[in-house]
């Protein structure tokens, strides 16, 4: 099992850049799946974001991320980071960072570990 935190979370303004960590405890790091995902505010249904697989071969983005967001792995510090460029205020979110044994996936309930979640809120 790992255990998630998220960091990196703040107020942006339109057209920023931030990058967000999760920091995992664990001695099966580069076994797991690592994905983000996000919820908007007021919103109940989360949203896809970025995944990686235990690889490192196979990485996906959102629609509404691609090329604006980078996902990547540090597997000797057991940190993952999500790069975030050109900042949108529809990318106001609370954001969490989610693991799995296994290969990654775009549906939340495939992942068994998560973070607490960091907030992004970006101003226009």
């Known amino acids: 099992q790992v255990q998630l935190g998220e960091s990196g979370g703040e107020l942006v303004q339109l057209g920023g850049s931030l990058r967000l960590s999760c920091a995992a405890s664990?001695?099966?790091?580069?076994?797991?799946?690592m994905a983000w995902f996000r919820q908007a505010p007021g919103v109940l249904s989360g949203e896809f974001v970025a995944?990686?697989?235990?690889?490192?071969?196979?990485?996906n983005y959102g629609d509404s991320v691609k090329g604006r967001f980078t996902i990547s792995r540090d597997n000797a510090n057991n940190i993952m980071y999500l790069k975030m460029k050109r900042l949108k205020p529809e990318d106001t979110a609370v954001y969490f960072c989610a693991a799995n044994v296994g290969l990654a996936s775009f549906d939340a309930s495939d992942y068994g570990y998560w973070g607490q979640g960091t907030q992004v809120t970006v101003s226009s």
């Open positions: 664990g001695r099966t790091f580069s076994n797991y799946a």
């Open positions: 995944s990686r697989d235990p690889s490192g071969v196979v990485k």
